[in-house]
């Protein structure tokens, strides 16, 4: 287990440092610091040596080593808009889109494993045909025309949840949550619903078609000749076998939800990562997109880390071979 | 008390134990029903061994589930009957069927890579049994039992085996796990579906040998579905199917 472990985390280095690479090259192609920085009224003397006093005259593999050290410190750089440093901003903004994917995963977690198993035992429920079915028109409809649409419905028309915005907030060592308030509640519930509607149908039919296939298999059938009840067989036997691949899965599409987050939080002015890339993107505020890009990077390096390790604890032929190497 | 339950065995030996006459089992299919065994029949006393023979497509193995009744669907049994101490297996409850299935009639199946359940140990698959069929066995009288058996099918120190996965074991001990856990509730009847064709050749004589002497010892009685006749121990009673028919 330990060694699976240290694997896997020096696996997660070769991948930030792949990410570092890519944010430097970013860096260095999007727009020129030193005209960011002074304006048009400078000569080009002047410049010259400004360029040189900021080391962006030196070899590119030097300036990459200042990039990498900086970056391990936390130091991505000054935001242009902002005027503070780029990494102040990530996480200043962090919790909003965190608490945001945080819920959507829930709603995820709670819907799609008791619906997929569901519709996998009774495959002609009219309660199956139905999910089966509505969950093609799930994933067919976009996130922002599904945001749209609720927000036209349950704000302009109903007036029940508020169309933007994160309401009250709590601070809590740094971290502003709006998760300890009913205000706050009533404002992440649309966003959050929006974001996983995407995420939901897919994996109810994931887990579906995953656990009807383990429900053919020879061992579940040996499972019904040992007498065992219902419920142990779907829900010991055969829904622990389901989880492999969704685990999988469920990791790649945590990160493909964050990217989602762009799309989400624009419609629902969410003062959260997604909306403040949008806007940096518009600024040209290249320190800033530098770091919103080290930080997904590494939040789906940690993220993808964890759900591994889950794997590994789910399955033991995994367990086991990491323990005898 | 204990006199009157061995008379009642000792007059039971000669009864019948399980009755199959005329079973037919279909298969529905796009294109209309497919009869996988067309009328078969035959008794089987208490302790009795029946090997049942036939060829590939023969109708073995769908016998064999459907005693249990447990063919995969779309598979059905269409008619006849299947009398196990005189109850029809095929027009029980599946509540009732649930305590005969693993306790009094227990199945091994052909291919001992598929039987066992990847993710679960061998001890939790076979504690599950025990405590399926009986509501007041507690974990640790179900893991004496489990041991127990493993000692009878020859596993090696079963203690630290019953920790393990199924992966941590080759083809033959699986076989002999199985046949550890059709053992697990004492049953009256062992069903063996071509319990050594997926194993090689030097295994296979060893488990067939343990099979056997297991049901000598236990007064088990047992259907064998075999490809070829190669038996050399024991009293048999032979059935041939063929043509999704049997004979004698």
Redesign the interface.
């Known amino acids: 287990m330990i060694a699976f472990v240290i694997r896997r985390i020096i696996q997660a280095f070769i991948v930030i440092f792949i990410i570092s690479v890519i944010g430097f090259a970013v860096k260095q192609s999007v727009g020129d610091p030193v005209r960011e920085m002074t304006g048009i009224s400078v000569s080009a003397e002047e410049l010259q040596e400004f360029r040189e006093k900021l080391g962006l005259n030196d070899p590119w593999y030097v300036q990459y080593v200042r990039f990498l050290g900086k970056a391990v410190q936390g130091d991505l750089g000054n935001s242009f808009f902002y005027k503070r440093p780029a990494t102040d901003v990530i996480l200043e903004k962090a919790p909003a889109t965190l608490e945001l994917v945080f819920v959507s995963s829930l709603i995820v977690i709670l819907f799609s494993v008791p619906l997929g198993v569901f519709s996998a035992i009774r495959p002609n429920h009219f309660l199956s045909r139905f999910l089966m079915s509505g969950s093609i028109v799930g994933v067919s409809i976009p996130v922002f025309l599904t945001a749209i649409m609720m927000i036209y419905v349950f704000s302009v028309k109903l007036g029940w949840l508020p169309s933007f915005g994160r309401g009250e907030l709590v601070m809590i060592g740094g971290w502003d949550s709006g998760l300890l308030t009913v205000d706050g509640w009533l404002h992440i519930l649309m966003p959050s619903v929006a974001l996983s509607s995407i995420m939901l149908p897919l994996f109810i039919r994931l887990i579906r078609a995953e656990m009807m296939e383990v429900l053919?298999?020879?061992?579940i059938?040996?499972?019904?000749?040992?007498?065992?009840?219902n419920r142990?067989i779907w829900f010991?036997?055969a829904f622990?076998?389901t989880l492999?691949p969704v685990i999988t899965v469920g990791g790649v599409q945590l990160g493909v939800t964050i990217a989602f987050t762009i799309l989400t939080e624009t419609v629902f002015q969410w003062q959260g990562l997604g909306f403040m890339f949008m806007e940096a993107v518009e600024r040209s505020d290249s320190p800033l997109l530098v770091a919103y890009l080290m930080f997904v990077g590494i939040v789906m390096v940690v993220v993808n880390t964890i759900v591994d390790l889950i794997y590994g604890l789910?399955?033991?032929?995994i367990r086991?071979s990491g323990a005898s190497s | 008390m204990s006199s009157i339950l061995n008379c009642i065995r000792a007059d039971d030996v000669m009864a019948t134990l399980l009755e199959v006459k005329d079973l037919v089992v279909k298969f529905a299919l796009r294109g209309g029903d497919v009869t996988a065994t067309n009328g078969v029949s035959f008794d089987l006393a208490r302790g009795e061994r029946l090997g049942l023979v036939g060829e590939s497509g023969a109708g073995k193995s769908v016998t064999g589930f459907s005693i249990?009744n447990?063919i995969?669907q779309p598979g059905y049994i269409a008619s006849g009957s299947v009398n196990f101490h005189g109850e029809n297996l095929a027009t029980m409850s599946a509540a009732r069927l649930?305590?005969?299935?693993?306790?009094r009639i227990?199945?091994i199946?052909q291919?001992p890579m598929?039987?066992?359940?990847?993710?679960?140990?061998i001890g939790t698959q076979m504690i599950?049994?025990l405590m399926?069929?009986n509501l007041q066995m507690c974990k640790e009288r179900a893991r004496g039992i489990a041991l127990e058996k493993l000692r009878k099918v020859h596993i090696p120190s079963p203690e630290r085996r019953l920790e393990q996965?199924p992966?941590?074991f080759s083809g033959g001990m699986r076989q002999r796990i199985?046949i550890a856990?059709a053992l697990l509730t004492d049953p009256e009847l062992i069903i063996a579906d071509e319990p050594t064709t997926a194993l090689d050749v030097t295994i296979q004589a060893e488990i067939m040998d343990l099979l056997i002497e297991l049901c000598e010892t236990e007064g088990m009685g047992m259907i064998l579905m075999l490809d070829t006749c190669r038996c050399r121990s024991g009293n048999w009673t032979l059935a041939v199917m063929y043509l999704r028919r049997t004979g004698y």
């Open positions: 053919e298999s020879e061992y059938k040996f499972a019904w000749a040992k007498g065992l009840s142990r010991v036997h622990k076998n492999l789910v399955n033991p032929t086991i | 249990i447990l995969s649930r305590t005969i299935r693993g306790n227990s199945m199946f291919d598929m039987t066992l359940n990847p993710v679960l140990t599950e049994t399926a069929h996965y992966h941590e199985i856990i």
